[in-house]
């Protein structure tokens, strides 16, 4: 098992940017598939992205695909959102999500073994 803490969330501008950050603690966190799953008020819970254990692959939900990316740093057990272009429909509570020790990348949130609290991100229009 591993903790997980989200940090970054916070209020932006529509067009502006966040970095989301989580760290990881307690276990390996080098093996695992890392993922950010975002929920909105009176929504279900979605994908965001996704990122192999040696960050060689990526996915991204169409819906932020050109505007956010994945990276992880194994070295600071840390893996990172970075999100541009923010619109107001991407506030939500931003998640992220450790697989347990795995190749590929994970889509579902059934595939994750570990979540963190959640950080909140608001984009006013």
């Known amino acids: 098992q591993v903790r997980l803490v989200e940090s970054g969330g916070g209020l932006v501008q529509a067009g502006g940017s966040l970095r989301l950050s989580c760290a990881a603690s307690?276990?390996?966190?080098?093996?695992?598939?890392m993922g950010w799953f975002r929920q909105a008020p009176g929504k279900e819970r979605e994908f965001v992205a996704t990122i192999s254990w040696n960050g060689g692959s990526t996915l991204y939900a169409d819906s932020v695909k050109g505007r956010f990316t994945i990276s992880r740093d194994n070295a600071r057990n840390t893996v990172y959102l970075q999100m541009n272009s923010l619109k107001p429909e991407d506030t939500a509570v931003y998640s992220c999500?450790?697989?347990?020790?795995?190749?590929?990348?994970?889509?579902?949130?059934?595939?994750?073994?570990?979540w963190g609290q959640g950080t909140q991100v608001t984009v006013s229009s």
């Open positions: 999500a450790a697989t347990t020790p795995r190749p590929g990348v994970a889509t579902r949130g059934s595939d994750y073994a570990d």
């Open positions: 307690g276990g390996t966190f080098t093996a695992r598939v």
